[in-house]
């Protein structure tokens, strides 16, 4: 059975940093386009971040540019985002997601998706 477990959510004032992680089991994430997405009350899920299978690509969303980096661990089957210097627009439920055709922006291209952490920013 495929899972993604994240973790690493809370509140945090305006400017500070929190790490997400996402561990997998089930799956083998350096083989699949890993994303992170997050959804505010009454948006639609929005793409973050992706990376590549092969760990080579990753794009992101300008207004993260700078501020949010996405890593892995293959040997934990982990990826992270690091996000600093966040803003109260960052507040989201943020999930992760693996693509096993590629990656991308879209919700739809993912075929497995984690049960999304809770990030808050006060301003």
């Known amino acids: 059975q495929v899972q993604l477990v994240e973790s690493g959510g809370g509140l945090v004032q305006a400017g500070g940093s929190l790490r997400l992680s996402c561990t997998a089991s089930?799956?083998?994430?350096?083989?699949?386009?890993v994303g992170w997405f997050r959804q505010s009350p009454g948006q639609e899920r929005e793409f973050v971040v992706g990376?590549?299978?092969?760990?080579?690509?990753?794009y992101y969303i300008d207004s993260v540019k700078g501020r949010f980096t996405i890593s892995r661990d293959v040997a934990k089957n982990t990826v992270y985002l690091q996000m600093n210097n966040l803003k109260s627009e960052d507040t989201a439920v943020y999930y992760c997601?693996?693509?096993?055709?590629?990656?991308?922006?879209?919700?739809?291209?993912?075929?497995?998706w984690g049960q999304g952490t809770q990030v808050t920013v006060s301003s």
């Open positions: 997601a693996a693509a096993s055709g590629g990656s991308g922006s879209r919700p739809s291209n993912y075929d497995h």
């Open positions: 089930g799956l083998t994430l350096s083989r699949y386009g």
């Open positions: 990376m590549s299978w092969n760990g080579v690509s990753t």
